[in-house]
């Protein structure tokens, strides 16, 4: 791989955050995911709507996994704007709490802050917000690998990048809870016939074009549906569960192929239930990523 811009050890904090700018992870890039301001370790983004993000048609709300991709590179942006120079990083874990429903139509913020950083650790906090980031709609806890691999994004050629971008657009499926998921439809997640969540691997899926290697948030938002279908299936809601939080540990990356997952339910209660899920790739006793969470359960009008 060859380097494509000056070594970054040498840019201004300017110069840096505008390769930031540029330099994005493929997913957040495709979505519109943009850094608006920045200051040493603080991130601010913003992702304009689009109908494609909902998560329920029924009632409009964003998917929970846009909300993660969001907050999960912001607190990466957070990260790279805290480092003297520039570092291959990767989420060791993402816990998100989803503390109220984003508004249809509006475009979302987030402010990330990398608040510590050791020789290999790095520590972030952030906010999901809209009108103003008093009234947030989710906050998140994570923490970044510093030199996890040897990849650059800021130095180095991606393997994965689109000439045209394709179209931010959800297919048909016309059976159950994906039906109603244009977000979980736009990530190619399907249910196959042993009722598996299934992502099949796409370019647009990818989190770090060096490697390359799936997103977080993406691996993210696809055992948040694979949960939500099978939560549904196993007790026979009437409507989907609500997510209310989760955190996701990260095990090794994403590489480029299909991405299936398998959930279980932890436990059961009136009103909430507790749930595990594993995302892996060729092996099930090798998961890239586990996730643990809660969902709220509500009625039919709920």
Known sequence: ??????????????????????????????????????????????????????????????????????????????????????????????????????????????????????RSIAFVRATAYQDSEDVPIASATAMFMLGANRTDMLRQTPKVKFDTPPPLEAPD?????????????????????????????????????????????VIGGFLETAAVVSVHREIGLATAPKPIGLTVNYLRSGRPVDTFAKVSIVKQGRRVVAFEAQAYQDDPAQPIASCYGHFMLRSETA
């Not at 291959?88 to 608040?115: E, N, S, V």
Request: proline share 7%; glycine share 10%.
């Open 1 to 118: 791989m060859s380097d494509t811009s000056p070594d970054a050890s040498s840019l201004s904090f300017d110069e840096k955050a505008r390769m930031i700018k540029s330099h994005r992870s493929v997913h957040g890039g495709l979505i519109g995911l943009k850094l608006e301001r920045y200051v040493q370790g603080e991130a601010w983004s913003s992702l304009p709507y689009h109908p494609v993000f909902v998560g329920d048609t029924r009632t409009g709300v964003i998917h929970g996994g846009v909300v993660t991709t969001m907050l999960d590179e912001s607190c990466g942006m957070a990260v790279q704007l805290a480092l003297p120079n520039s570092a291959a990083i990767a989420t060791l874990d993402l816990r998100i709490d989803y503390l109220r429903p984003a508004t249809p139509g509006q475009q979302m913020h987030a402010h990330a802050h990398c608040y510590h950083l050791t």
């Open 173 to 217: 499926n016309a059976d159950g809870l994906l039906a109603i998921s244009p977000y979980a439809r736009f990530l190619g997640i399907r249910i196959d016939g042993e009722s598996q969540a299934v992502m099949p691997y796409d370019p647009k899926l990818i989190g770090n074009p060096i490697l390359p290697a799936l997103h977080g948030g």
